[in-house]
T-cell receptor
Framework: GENVEQHPSTLSVQEGDSAVIKCTYS??????FPWYKQELGKRPQLIID?????GEKKDQRIAVTLNKTAKHFSLHITETQPEDSAVYFC?????????????FGAGTQVVVTP | NAGVTQTPKFQVLKTGQSMTLQCAQD?????MYWYRQDPGMGLRLIYY???????DKGEVPNGYNVSRLNKREFSLRLESAAPSQTSVYFC????????????FGPGTRLTVT
């Protein structure tokens, strides 16, 4: 089955700096890659996603890049703010075959210090 | 719309006790999922239901059973709780036809002593 590895496990950044989280996946058939943000004690919420036919997607201060050849994708947060502090999870899915089953990475704790 | 709701929010069980976690969604979604979240391990899929009337095992199904009661409701049952099942449990749902986004419930924090 699919295996998703996520790095780093913790990331501390100064407010205003950029944060980058990287994930690798094992199943070349994976075609959907979402990123979820989870604040302390809250539910995971989708912040951005990318399909395998696109190399990059941007939404204001967040962007995701996908390298299908290398089987890795990354989340980029620019101009970080204290409210970006949370745990971020990447995931991968072979949606068509598996009814949208997501394989999650272990998560990255991001701390933005003022 | 309430989205995805879960009950209870918190539960403490003794080893060997049984309980059912309830999940309901009001978004008319076809697919529903149960995950468990443990520190440092992300979210792991326990069971899923692609559509009403079907259920399938995920990555960590041992010790659990599920019922897709109708299109709205998907319950998770622990027949004989073990300390290893101490975790936060999330239910999620997805509209198979429209988008790929999964919508999560608020979670149930379960402690087994």
């Amino acid at each position: 089955g699919e295996n998703v590895e996520q790095h780093p496990s913790t990331l501390s950044v100064q407010e205003g700096d950029s944060a980058v989280i990287k994930c690798t996946y094992s199943d070349s058939a994976s075609n959907y890659f979402p990123w979820y943000k989870q604040e302390l004690g809250k539910r995971p919420q989708l912040i951005i996603d990318i399909r395998s036919n696109v190399g990059e997607k941007k939404d204001q201060r967040i962007a995701v890049t996908l390298n299908k050849t290398a089987k890795h994708f990354s989340l980029h947060i620019t101009e970080t703010q204290p409210e970006d502090s949370a745990v971020y999870f990447c995931a991968a899915s072979t949606d068509r075959r598996s009814w949208g089953k997501l394989q999650f990475g272990a998560g990255t704790q991001v701390v933005v210090t003022p | 719309n309430a989205g995805v709701t879960q009950t209870p929010k918190f539960q403490v069980l003794k080893t060997g006790q049984s309980m059912t976690l309830q999940c309901a969604q009001d978004m008319n979604h076809n697919s529903m999922y149960w995950y468990r979240q443990d520190p440092g391990m992300g979210l792991r899929l326990i069971y899923y239901s692609a559509s009403e009337g079907t259920t399938d095992k995920g990555e960590v199904p041992n010790g659990y059973n599920v019922s897709r009661l109708n299109k709205r409701e998907f319950s998770l049952r622990l027949e004989s709780a073990a300390p290893s099942q101490t975790s936060v449990y999330f239910c999620a749902s997805k509209d198979r036809k429209q988008t790929y986004e999964q919508y999560f419930g608020p979670g149930t924090r379960l402690t087994v002593t």
